[in-house]
């Protein structure tokens, strides 16, 4: 191994005699950090190797990363499949529990936001489990609870076991989404840990595009496919809460709990090497520190994150990144995808549900990208990067929907029995009453003899009356237009849409989560995270109950403009305040957030390696 160059390096601390402050603890930490750690790793190097200091003449060689890490992370990732999975598969199987539940417009709402509801209430619920029962038995919990919720869902024969089943899958998304970044991060070795975090990330992309395979694999199935897309969640939930059984405790979590000779057992496991004395020590001295602090302050770990300026000021940057991700328009772009795919030709329901296991794709794709991106490109670029093309993307949304507004087709016929869908002059005005549908004739050159007519009941693939009623509706050029006009527009929404994904599924995607793991000291760690997963809910619950009323009061391109501020506003938070955490360890991160707020994305993290001297 390297050898230290001082003497002082090679001090022996105990814990016990600890009485310094934590500003002098830090520096203690910072220099009694090897000459290995404070190395240079420069991964494009063409031999493998890396430069030290800046002193090409001394060489060392990376360590193999065991397997074992990769498979810990896979199994703990299960719980972001989940988290994507049941996000992704709720808007295929609503088309077939509204018609076998007739459910009004309030119920479906109900179905869909109860989830997000108890998914906000068990995030902050799941700092106090990770803190007292640690990572490994919260995740089991939360599978275990996972695995209850997709049971009642499975064999629901009413309404409110629906709801019931929604509830409690909600308590473990909300549990495995705070606790999942967490566990891997305080496992991975430093090199590793954004890109096994991103991991994370890319299981809820995947989660969601497998979930809208199956949508469409059992659409067909009208009557009891919904019963196999909210079952099957049931099967990787039994698989993570199995695997969890066999995988270790966070080493980080015991060493807190005083069980540090099990925590040296777990890092020689997952390190696959017996060489973790000084990440020990580091662990151990910060450990200490905190106990001594928190007998100090007092056990109330929110106040003393508000009392203490670096966490204050770290809890910021992380809730406003949840915040951010959600107030940028995902959702709102995901829920306008049917319509987009719509505007451009494809009316046959089950092609609809195909082409959106194509948006999932998307994402899914390009959030392999960020695993790639994440310890290269480093997290601070990545994220600002991806704002700034979701910026251009939403741009494109909003010109095309206002072009479509501005272009919508006339009414020009009126027919009897059209009731309160008379009196419009366009489609746009027609189509924003959603008892109303527009009818027209499509010949190839554009839409003609369009009226508004009223919706069918519950079905919105007919009018009541006129000529695009069920039984003189069928002729092959006379289309019911319902929620979408007909426009030359489409290719914009489409366009907008395709390109929103590809800048947000790298950064914005999974960076708030990967960050928010890093940020947080110890002590504030599962607190920390709780609180910013709780605010990412909570912004989510937001959006999704005022999104159609936006729509409705300041149009829909409106809004779209409206994200497009909101959007701007986030990229001058994450230019001012977001530091670079890559290469940093877990136990120096709180230094990058010492100075004034502004200053902290002026702070670079360290660079180092792991390796052994050639």
């Known amino acids: 191994m390297l050898q230290e160059a001082s003497d002082s390096d090679n001090e022996s601390y105990e814990l016990d005699d600890l009485k310094m402050s934590s500003s002098e603890t830090r520096a203690l930490l910072r220099e009694s950090s090897s000459r290995m750690d404070r190395a240079s790793y420069n991964k494009d190097a063409s031999d493998g190797s890396v430069q ?65 509801g108890f998914a906000f209430l068990f995030a902050l619920l799941g700092g106090w489990l990770n803190d007292r029962y640690g990572r490994k038995l919260t995740t089991v919990m939360a599978s275990f609870v996972f695995t209850i919720g997709a049971g009642v869902l499975a064999g629901a024969y009413a309404l409110w ?34 890109r096994l975090v991103t991991l994370n990330n890319l299981f809820i992309t995947g989660g969601q595009f497998v979930a809208s395979v199956v949508d469409g694999a059992f659409s067909y199935d009208k009557k009891h496919g919904w019963r196999y897309m909210l079952g099957l969640a049931a099967i990787p939930s039994i698989v993570q809460m199995i695997g969890f059984i066999f995988l270790p405790e966070s080493p980080r979590w015991l060493v807190a709990n005083g069980m540090s000779e099990k925590a040296r057992t777990v890092l020689v496991n997952i390190r696959g090497t017996s060489d973790i004395e000084d990440e020990m020590k580091e662990v151990e001295l910060v450990v200490a520190e905190d106990k001594r602090e928190k007998e100090l302050s ?9 009392r203490t300026p670096s966490v204050r000021k770290a809890l910021i940057v992380g809730c406003g990144l949840q915040l951010f991700q959600q107030l940028s328009g995902i959702n709102t772009v995901m829920y306008y995808s049917a319509t987009i795919i719509k ?45 700034f093309g979701v910026w251009v993307s939403l741009v494109v949304l909003a010109i095309g929907f206002q072009l479509a507004a501005f272009n919508s087709p006339p009414v020009t016929v009126s027919e009897p029995g ?38 069918d009941g519950e079905n919105t693939g007919h009018s009541s009356v006129g000529q695009c009623n069920a039984t003189t509706g069928d002729e092959t050029d006379l289309i019911y237009a319902y929620q979408y006009c007909p426009t030359d527009y489409s290719w914009m929404g489409i366009a907008g849409l395709g390109l929103y994904l590809m800048f947000f599924a790298p950064g914005m995607g999974p960076m708030p989560w990967t960050i928010n793991s890093e940020i947080y000291p110890l002590w504030a760690r599962s607190t920390g995270n709780s609180l910013s997963t709780a605010t990412n809910w909570l912004s989510n619950l937001l959006v999704s109950m005022t999104f159609l009323t936006l729509t ?33 360890k877990l136990e120096e991160v709180e230094a990058l957030f010492a100075g004034p707020l502004c200053s902290c994305s002026r702070v670079c993290g360290k660079t180092e390696t792991v390796g052994v001297k050639l």
Not at 298 to 306: D, P, Y
Not at 348 to 361: C, K
Not at 423 to 450: A, L, M, Q, S
């Open 52 to 116: 030290l200091d800046g002193k090409s003449d001394i060489k060392i060689r990376e360590l193999k990363t065991p397997c074992f890490i990769y498979v810990l992370s896979f199994f703990s990732a299960i719980g972001g499949f989940l988290f994507g999975y049941d996000t992704g598969v709720v808007s295929g199987a609503m088309l077939l529990l509204k018609d076998e539940f007739h459910l009004t417009s309030l119920e479906e709402e109900v179905i869909v936001s109860v989830t997000i």
């Open 161 to 194: 076991m629906l709801i019931v089943g929604r509830a409690i899958l909600g308590m473990g998304i909300g549990l495995a989404s705070m606790t999942v970044p967490v566990y891997i991060a305080e496992c991975a070795p430093i090199h590793l840990r954004g």
């Open 298 to 306: 007092g056990s109330n770990v929110f106040m003393k994150i508000m």
């Open 343 to 387: 505007m451009s030709g494809i009316r046959n329901q089950t092609d609809a549900i195909w082409l959106a296991a194509g948006t999932a794709g998307v994402n899914f794709v390009f959030t392999i990208v960020a695993l790639f991106l994440v310890e290269r490109l480093g997290r601070r670029k990545l994220i600002i990067s991806s704002l």
């Open 418 to 455: 059209d009731g309160f869908c008379h009196g419009y002059t366009w489609c746009e005005g027609c189509i924003e009453n959603t008892k109303c549908g527009f009818c027209y004739n499509d010949f190839g050159h554009g839409p003609v003899n369009g009226s508004c007519l009223p919706i």
């Open 552 to 584: 409705e009061t300041i149009t829909k391109y409106g809004t779209y403009w409206l994200f497009v501020g909101i959007v701007s506003l986030a990229l001058l938070f994450m230019i001012l305040t977001l530091p670079e955490t890559r290469g940093t």
